[in-house]
Each structure stands twice: as C-alpha cells, then as structure tokens.
C-alpha cells in the first residue's frame, strides 16, 4: 500500500458520497457498484475530503473532537484503504 503524503489533499472522486441513512441510522459510502457500511470515524474523516484540506489539516480537526489523540496515522490508513479501491483522488501526493 502506498503512503499518502502529509501535505496531500484527498478528495472523493466523483460518482462518490457519504450518505446517513435515517432508517438504519447507519453512515454510507456510496460508490457506482455498491455501498460501503463505514463507521461514525470514517464518516467523520470522508467528510473533511475536500480536495483543499490536506492530510495533516483533516487529522489536526479530527483531534480536536478526539481529545487531542494523535490521530494522523489511522487517518492516513483509513484513506491508503480508501484509495487502493480507487475511490480518492490525492492531490498534491509526492508518494
């Protein structure tokens, strides 16, 4: 698995999107051939994927609500995942 840089801007390509399902109350991924059940951190990280913020800024807002855990790596492993299945777009990733 390639390392996605920390100065890289991760965005979800298009065709993708976080979706809260009221019913389920579940969070979604949804992708042209199906959906991915994610969890509530997922969901939280996905949604700071915008193309403008980088690896570093999406942990840096992510510690804030956790307590100041230091959250950069399993944020970068989340989105490596997230990316090998074709599902990002890293922007600016030197890697």
Do not use: F
Request: hydrophobic share 40%; net charge positive; glycine share 6%.
């Amino acid at each position: 698995m390639s390392t996605i840089d920390n100065h890289a801007r991760p965005q979800l390509v298009r065709g993708v999107r976080l979706r809260w399902d009221d019913v389920r109350k579940q969070h979604w991924l949804l992708v042209p051939e199906g959906a991915l059940k994610l969890n509530s951190t997922a969901a939280a990280i996905l949604a700071l994927c915008n193309g403008e913020r980088t690896l570093n800024a999406i942990a840096a807002e992510l510690e804030k609500h956790y307590q100041g855990e230091n959250l950069l790596e399993d944020v970068r492993h989340l989105l490596s995942r997230i990316s090998k299945r074709g599902l990002l777009i890293l922007e600016g990733n030197r890697q």
